[in-house]
């Protein structure tokens, strides 16, 4: 027998999707006004400096996320797939960490994105039926909602809280009013893929300190970092021979010259990267080919370049077990958890409170 459903009840449910794909489409329109905003502020600031700089946090518009995609699968390219490695081949050891003394924990993640490598934890978890809720953050709607909506799809009973914020804001909503008993989740809080490099070192301490006085005793935090190793595999993974780092950092003119009006000629302009082995820092630039000045209309900007003039546009720290275990010690953490890839390139280490 066929069931009739109730067409007032299907017009509500219209109306209701219709109110949603408004409240999207309006979230990502000011989505983009808001960073069209910042990179103004940025190039404003950035290039008056000297040396000149603009923050690495602006290549990803689509195409930059669309170069960094590729990026990620050349052969010299080696930290997401040694943390992929990581991830998979110690699942279950994070496991017996996150869940100790049986306790249920709310896996934290600063920055989620696409959540890509986080899934191959969700669905191990899931698998072992842990008592965990995921608890994603960022500061982009539209990456949340498109990291809920497919997390939902892939695993309808796992618990999924989307935290549209900035890290410190959400933390402070997740431990207040709770404690470190039994009776309350432990906060195991993720920052993978070495983005903490992108730190200086008084950012970094800055960072993890101010994550400390957000948890309770028993948290943890797991993070991914890039170790010090022959500085020619960490001058290559910056320069591939495609010459997808070079466009990925170019690009971040192009879009300069989309959103701003701005004339970067993108073809005066080349791509640098050195690493310097004693103090551990790759430092990316943008080198102007030529004396030239670029005009910022939007701005009501006029940038005078030299020959062989730089940009600094990224820093990507790499770390010693010691410079990491240092961390967690001025920080307030101790270090309870230490995993490598096969070739020692790449680690995520446990901190807890």
């Known amino acids: 027998m066929a069931v009739q459903r109730n067409p007032a009840g299907a017009s509500v449910n219209s109306r209701r999707s219709s109110a949603i794909s408004t409240q999207s489409a309006d979230s990502a329109v ?24 603009l923050s690495s946090r602006f290549f990803y518009d689509a195409e930059g996320s669309r170069l960094f995609q590729e990026i990620m699968h050349t052969p010299e390219y080696y930290l997401t797939r040694s943390e992929y490695e990581i991830l998979d081949t110690s699942k279950d050891d994070l496991l017996q960490l996150f869940a100790a003394d049986n306790r249920p924990f709310d ?34 709607q539209s990456a949340l909602d498109g990291l809920t909506a497919d997390i939902r799809r892939q695993w309808p009973d796992l618990r999924v809280e989307p935290q549209h914020d900035d890290y410190f804001n959400a933390l402070d909503q997740l431990s207040a009013g709770s404690d470190a008993s039994k009776n309350h989740p ?7 893929g070495s983005n903490i490099g992108n730190f200086s070192r008084q950012e970094t301490n800055d960072f993890y300190s101010q994550i400390y ?12 970092f890039d170790l010090q190793k022959h500085p020619a595999i960490i001058h290559a993974a910056y320069n591939d021979r495609q010459g997808l780092t070079k466009a990925f950092n170019l690009n971040l003119l192009r879009r300069i010259n989309h959103d701003l009006d701005a004339n970067f000629d993108l073809s005066a302009f080349d791509h640098y990267e050195m690493y310097n082995p004693e103090n551990g820092e790759a430092r990316s630039y943008l080198v102007s080919q030529k004396d030239q000045t670029v005009v910022i209309p939007a701005l009501d900007m006029e940038v005078p370049f030299r020959y062989g003039e730089v940009i600094h546009t990224e820093i990507s720290r790499k770390f010693t077990r010691t410079d990491i275990e240092q961390l967690a010690k001025a920080t307030g953490f101790a270090v309870t958890g230490w995993f490598t890839d096969c070739k020692g390139y790449f680690v995520d280490v446990v901190f807890e409170k």
């Open 107 to 140: 896996l934290v993640e600063l920055g989620a994105g696409d959540g890509l490598k986080t899934k191959i934890l969700l669905s191990y978890f899931q698998e072992k039926e842990a008592n965990f809720t995921y608890v994603p953050i960022d500061i982009s």
């Open 30 to 53: 000011q989505e983009q006004t808001d960073a069209r905003e910042a990179l103004a502020e940025e190039v404003r600031t950035g290039l008056v400096k000297t040396p000149k700089r």
């Open 213 to 224: 006085s957000r948890l309770r005793p028993g948290d943890q935090v797991l993070t991914g």
């Open 186 to 192: 432990r906060l195991v809080v993720l920052f993978l």
